[in-house]
């Protein structure tokens, strides 16, 4: 089966960098998605990572380690704006995608 | 393209009564996906299809549920009767290809209080 592990909440500073960590156990990999969801609204896409290394994308990037079943999200020079759930997700056997519960960031001023 | 349009946004009925949620997909994706949200359990997934087709409703928790997709534009998801914790928010997602590679694009959602 799949399962995938985020913090619930985290904290950060207006200006600085935090980073979200994903830890995920898949029967296959096909690949690990990072969405962003403001609160009251729908999520959207942040990345794909399918191969090995860190992937940028302006102020964000994206890490993954296949053979450590981990990724994360980097977020720089942080905005209030960034504050919102981001959601880890790997698609399952069947393709569809199988989400984790998401880690809420709080940036403050 | 206008996105994946939901309605209705908001929703309250009572606790018996049947609740009828719409979908209509970006015009040329093939895949359409239905997600219940809830602080407990997150995001899940309840029923894709593709090309019309339901392909994996093994989400879908139990027969008061039901989800039809009639034509390329359109799909239904139905709850009869409803009960209270059947109170969450349903998004509608679609994709070009499977999520392997694909993008899924999510509607605004509708937000269901089952009293």
């Known amino acids: 089966g799949q399962n995938i592990d985020q913090p619930t909440e985290m904290t950060a500073t207006e200006g600085a960098i935090v980073q979200i960590n994903c830890t995920y156990q898949?029967?296959?990999?096909?690949?690990l998605f990072w969405y962003q969801q403001h609160a009251g609204e729908a999520p959207t896409f942040l990345s794909y990572n399918v191969l090995d290394g860190l992937e940028e994308k302006g102020r964000f990037s994206s890490f993954l380690s296949r053979s450590k079943g981990y990724s994360y999200l980097l977020l720089k020079e942080l905005q209030m704006k960034d504050s919102a759930s981001y959601l880890c997700?790997?698609?399952?056997?069947?393709?569809?995608?199988?989400f984790g519960q998401g880690t809420t960031l709080q940036v403050k001023p | 393209d206008a996105g994946v349009i939901q309605s209705p946004r908001h929703e309250v009925t009572e606790m018996g009564q049947e609740v009828t949620l719409r979908c209509k997909p970006i015009?040329?994706?093939?895949?359409l996906f239905w997600y219940r949200q809830t602080m407990m359990r997150g995001l899940e997934l309840l029923i894709y299809?593709?090309?019309?087709?339901?392909?994996?409703d093994s989400g879908m928790p139990e027969d008061r549920f039901s989800a039809k997709m009639p034509n390329a534009s359109f799909s239904t998801l139905k709850i009869q009767p409803s009960e209270p914790r059947d109170s969450a928010v349903y998004f509608c997602?679609?994709?070009?290809?499977?999520?392997?590679?694909?993008?899924?694009?999510f509607g605004p959602g509708t937000r269901l209080l089952v009293l």
């Open positions: 299809f593709n090309n019309n087709v339901p392909i994996d």
């Open positions: 997602a679609s994709s070009v290809g499977l999520a392997r590679q694909e993008t899924q694009y």
């Open positions: 015009s040329g994706h093939d895949y």
């Open positions: 997700a790997v698609p399952g056997n069947t393709g569809k995608l199988i």
């Open positions: 898949t029967s296959g990999f096909n690949g």
